[in-house]
């Protein structure tokens, strides 16, 4: 099933995601809705919080066949070195791309889906991804990082969009 994907600036997006207890056939079933709502959207990255579900779940696809999903249930980074600028878009702020500066090279310590634990060592799109992601389980957004002037024009470009969609 598709899900609704909040928009930005949508308080919503700012609440803190808690930890998944226990990997059940519901938090499943979440799994497969983000992507699905991932893939239709499309979009490389979605975090549980963009479709209003709190948990620390997060489903990603940086392949360009589209057939590599990697799921992240309780996601921690456990080393992270160096630093990368990378341009980067969200699903919850459509339309908008700005350079970001985030570590270059990450470990990530996760359950799968099965409610296995995993630890992934890992660098370029799929580091900022992972990165990015994970911002959004403790209610950030990629735009938080740009300056004040950069966030105030976003700011007047979503107030002038939302003008016109009435
Ligand atoms: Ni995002």
Known sequence: MVLD???Y?????????SPVAAVTADI???VADMAETMYTAPGVGLAATQVNVHKRVLVIDVSEARNDL???I???????EGEAECEE???SVPGYYDKVIRAAE???RAQNEHGEMFELSTDGMLAVCIQHEMDHLIGK??????SPLKRARLSARLRKKQRLAG
């Open 106 to 108: 990450i470990t990530v």
């Open 141 to 146: 957004v990629f735009v938080d990082y740009l």
């Open 28 to 30: 499943r079933k979440l």
């Open 70 to 72: 990697r799921v992240f």
């Open 5 to 7: 994907i909040l928009e």
């Open 89 to 91: 878009g969200c699903l």
């Open 74 to 80: 309780n996601p921690e980074i456990v080393a992270a």
């Open 9 to 17: 600036p949508d308080s919503r997006l700012r609440k803190i995601a």
